[in-house]
Nanobody, 116 residues
Framework: QVQLVESGGGLVQAGGSLRLSCAAS????????MGWFRQAPGKEREFVAR????????VYADSVKGRFTISGDNAKNTVYLQMNSLKPEDTAVYYC?????????WGQGTQVTVSS
């Protein structure tokens, strides 16, 4: 079993910053990638960013490139998402994702609300 616990969401004004964290526990051996997705009301869940466990290479959605930074702490089995220059369109529930072996695991979601 794998458990993911997210933290760091909240309400922020446009232009502000937030940092999300997601800590994994349990059977995390075999993790090869971690990531963040988000889902806005009435929309499908969409990819935000991913980081590979080995080497730390990253990839971002075009909508967040240059504003968001994903990072990981392998020793702590934790992934972070630093979000700067937030926009109202970034408002969504943010979900972390761990890819372990052939399986995807998801956090419970944390609400990010950006006011204009």
């Amino acid at each position: 079993q794998v458990q993911l616990v997210e933290s760091g969401g909240g309400l922020v004004q446009a232009g502000g910053s937030l940092r999300l964290s997601c800590a994994a526990s349990g059977r995390t051996f075999g993790t090869y990638a971690m990531g963040w997705f988000r889902q806005a009301p009435g929309k499908e869940r969409e990819f935000v960013a991913r980081i590979w466990w080995s080497g730390g290479s990253t990839v971002y959605a075009d909508s967040v490139k240059g504003r968001f930074t994903i990072s990981g702490d392998n020793a702590k089995n934790t992934v972070y998402l630093q979000m700067n220059s937030l926009k109202p369109e970034d408002t969504a529930v943010y979900y972390c994702n761990f890819r372990i072996m052939a399986n995807d695991y998801w956090g419970q979601g944390t609400q990010v609300t950006v006011s204009s």
